[in-house]
């Protein structure tokens, strides 16, 4: 497919995983990604678990996908002017490093927009760019936690535990793309760039916002509900007579929908279940009355039941179970890569009927320093 972001360069400064998967999605789109490495290692994620390709982790691959590497020791005066070299010839520069790093590199937001006043400077922080702890380092575990998000998951009796995907990070990632081009649009009518920032900290309170902004307005504590929900009843899962299904009644007609698959359509006059509202006061006595019926019958039956009836439901599926379903298969999200003998999960976005293509396997350390004119100490080389 045409790829969208096509002659925009894009250099990445970090490590892990909020900004590499802020160049992923670039690099999806077509953009030119330059990963800016440390000479001694590269990206800690590169030995993040096991040996996956090329002696580099499957995290690794998954977030460097379709970049190219280059291998500069920053410290030094030769490897800051090739860093300045690329960056001269950039549109977007995406930063994630340990705060204070920066501004001890001199590639702080501030001085790279005063030397390139058109470049777009992306910083992601784990706490903000503000506050008495704004220059404290953080992983996603710590963020979920800080934040209050790790404390709404789960069930009433459960300690609070982070989401099993790192919504943090990979969040932070993605609106920090959202601001890149908002920023490369409004650069189309004012000529100059300018510092985009965000954090795995405002990721995590954008996340809980409906929780949050409840207790903030109404002081209301919230409460967890495992699979459930605090505002509709029936919204949860439920087991049957083999395995587990979700139902969602996010409205009145969706209840009444249910109630006649159930053979129950007393409740539709049962002043304690006729509207939502009524059902959330009395939800322990209406999933008493469910559990049973569902539980007679298999998941299967439910399923072509309830979805020839317009209610909302879905299985319970494992990692294995989803990746077989006809219907992620349709979609075509995982794609293989040219040349390599694997599959990865591409962008979930389609552009004019195409899934933008994932165009090659995460670059060995340093693999482009020869194309960007460097050497393998990450120096210029003299012409």
Partial sequence: MEQTLKGIRVIELGQVLAGPFAGAILADLGAEVVKIERVDGGDDARHMGEPFRNGDSHCFHIFNRGKRSVALDMNSDAGHAAFEELVAGADILICNLRPGVTQTLGVDGESMCKHHPRLIYCEISAFGAAGPMSKLPGYEPMLQAFSGLSSINGGPDDPPMRSGASVCDQGSGMWIVIGALAMLQRRHHSGRGG????????????WAAQKTDAYQNEGRVPERHRSGHPGFVPYEAFETADAPLVICCGNDRLFTKLAHELQRPDW??????????????????LLAEM????????????????????????QVHTVAEAMVHPQIEALGLMQEIPGEDFRLTGLPLVINGQRPALRSAAPRLGEHNDAYQLNSAGELRAC
């Avoid at 559990?291 to 879905?314: F, K, M, Q, Y």
């Fill in 195 to 206: 510092i985009v920032s965000t954090s795995l900290l405002e990721t995590a309170l954008v």
């Fill in 291 to 314: 559990t049973p019926l569902l539980r007679a019958e298999s998941r299967a039956h439910w399923i072509a039941r309830l979805n020839d009836a317009g209610v909302p439901c879905a």
């Fill in 268 to 285: 539709i006059s049962d002043s304690r279940f006729s509207t939502n509202r009524a059902r959330l006061r009395n939800k322990s006595a």
